[in-house]
Nanobody, 119 residues
Framework: QVQLVESGGGSVQAGGPLRLSCEAS?????MGWFRQAPGKEREGVAI???????AYADSVKGRFTISKDNAKNTLYLEMNSLKPEDTAMYYC????????????????WGKGTQVTVSS
């Protein structure tokens, strides 16, 4: 069992930055960030494998950076140049043998942190 607690969400103006954190009870596995906007399906944002391999959704490439500090058991998502369409509930997820951007392949989930970007 892996416990995940997200933090760092909030309201920001378009073009601004925000950093999300996810404290995990154990972080030495594949972890990722996902988001879900009202009326839409949950989608993958970024993942990082146990070897440090990263993958991003096309919509966030060049703007978002995923990183992990195993000493602190914490996953991060640096978000820059935020757009109104980035508005969503952001979730941290852990443990996936496949380690892809597909939400259904992850086992453990946090409760989410809300990100709202205004124009």
């Amino acid at each position: 069992q892996v416990q995940l607690v997200e933090s760092g969400g909030g309201s920001v103006q378009a073009g601004g930055p925000l950093r999300l954190s996810c404290e995990a009870s154990y972080s030495r596995n594949c972890m990722g960030w996902f988001r879900q906007a009202p009326g839409k399906e949950r989608e993958g944002v970024a993942i990082i494998s146990i070897y440090g391999r990263r993958a991003y959704a096309d919509s966030v490439k060049g703007r978002f950076t995923i990183s992990k500090d195993n000493a602190k058991n914490t996953l991060y998502l640096e978000m820059n140049s935020l757009k109104p369409e980035d508005t969503a509930m952001y979730y941290c997820a852990a443990y996936s043998p496949q380690c892809t951007l597909i939400p259904s392949v992850f086992t453990y989930w946090g409760k989410g942190t809300q990100v709202t970007v205004s124009s």
